[in-house]
């Protein structure tokens, strides 16, 4: 049986870092797109960062660049989204996906997805 579990959510200071996790098992993380995507309470979701590992395409939310960076523990079958400079308005639940079929046009974090986490909540505040 696949599974997501997304961790490393918590409450830091404005300008402060985290780095999430997604661990998988019973799938290899790197053989799909993958996509971190948050939520806000009554705003809409939102792709973060995304990345379609079959060309190495990653797809970056604009209000992240340069801030949020994303890595694959292959030994681990597990990604990870580093965030920095971390903003008010980052404060959200952020979720882990994964979409199964590679051959698509757009971007990836413009696709749906076909898996998910359970979300860890993020909460920048001083």
């Known amino acids: 049986q696949s599974q997501l579990v997304e961790s490393g959510g918590g409450l830091v200071q404005p300008g402060g870092s985290l780095r999430l996790s997604c661990a998988a098992s019973?799938?290899?993380?790197?053989?799909?797109?993958v996509g971190w995507f948050r939520q806000a309470p009554g705003k809409d979701r939102e792709g973060v960062l995304c990345?379609?590992?079959?060309?190495?395409?990653?797809d970056y939310a604009d209000s992240v660049k340069g801030r949020f960076t994303f890595s694959t523990d292959n030994a681990k079958n597990t990604v990870y989204l580093q965030m920095n400079s971390l903003k008010p308005e980052d404060t959200a639940v952020y979720y882990c996906?994964?979409?199964?079929?590679?051959?698509?046009?757009?971007?990836?974090?413009?696709?749906?997805?076909?898996?998910w986490g359970q979300g860890t909540q993020v909460t920048v505040s001083s």
């Open positions: 990345i379609r590992h079959y060309n190495s395409q990653i």
């Open positions: 019973g799938f290899t993380l790197d053989h799909y797109t």
């Open positions: 996906a994964i979409k199964d079929y590679n051959y698509y046009s757009g971007s990836p974090c413009s696709q749906t997805y076909d898996r």
